[in-house]
């Protein structure tokens, strides 16, 4: 089955911009989502299809995927964007989500 | 507005049955693949089923398979979750998900959750 592998956690300075990896094999052939989830509440799409944002998503969050990493970028991070993170894929009719990344805003 | 709410989880020993609910309103119900997805305590995501619009076709992850069944009642614009033979490792919050019309592939709207812990 397709894995996705993503860092626990990453660190960003307030104002600074956060770069968030997803790896999987030959993943630039898939399309990758990705998701925020603050403690207690449900995901929220951030970034459909690579690199599309969703309306009502701030223009700072942007996505990139290409060979075997797709990133999520967060520019001028702020306290809310302190979240956990998830890229998602499509693989033979089933979904498969990254373990999650931890982005803490110093 | 789109909603989508959960029901029917609660505390059940192993080897037990629970089933779930996901009452949707606010979009056309039947014109979308819909979705479980999971989040066992302190862990990441994890989907678990979905069926297509009109239930003729349906997945699951392999760790549930022949024990949960994902169905349907477009008519009263409802997803269910049928789980049997409930084990720990089946504790966890789960997500009622709407999958994306124009695209597919994605969750664009997500329920609360329902918790559901197997203990005994």
């Known amino acids: 089955s397709y894995e996705l592998t993503q860092p626990l956690s990453v660190s960003v300075a307030l104002g600074q911009t956060a770069r968030i990896t997803c790896g999987g094999n030959?993943?630039?052939?898939?399309?990758v989502h990705w998701y925020q989830q603050k403690p207690g509440q449900a995901p929220v799409l951030v970034i459909y299809?690579?690199?599309n944002r969703p309306s009502g998503i701030p223009e700072r969050f942007s996505g990139s995927n290409s060979g075997n990493t797709a990133t999520l970028t967060i520019t001028r991070a702020q306290a809310g964007d302190e979240a956990d993170y998830y890229c998602q894929v499509w693989d033979s009719s089933t979904w498969v989500f990254g373990g999650g990344t931890k982005l803490t805003v110093l | 507005e789109v909603q989508l709410v959960e029901s029917g989880g609660g505390l059940v020993q192993p080897g037990g049955s629970l089933r779930l609910s996901c009452a949707a309103s606010g979009f056309a119900f039947s014109d979308h693949w819909m979705h479980w997805v999971r989040q066992a305590p302190g862990k990441g995501l994890e989907w678990v089923a979905n069926?297509?619009?009109?239930?003729?076709?349906?997945y699951y992850v392999d760790s549930v398979k022949g024990r949960f069944t994902i169905s349907r009642d477009n008519a009263k614009d409802s997803l269910f979750l049928q789980m049997n033979s409930l084990r720990g490792e089946d504790t966890a919050v789960y997500f009622c998900a709407r999958e994306n019309i124009d695209y597919g592939e994605f969750v664009d709207s997500w329920g609360q959750g329902t918790q559901v812990t197997v203990s005994s």
């Open positions: 299809r690579d690199s």
């Open positions: 069926i297509k619009q009109d239930g003729s076709e349906k």
């Open positions: 030959n993943i630039g052939n898939k399309n």
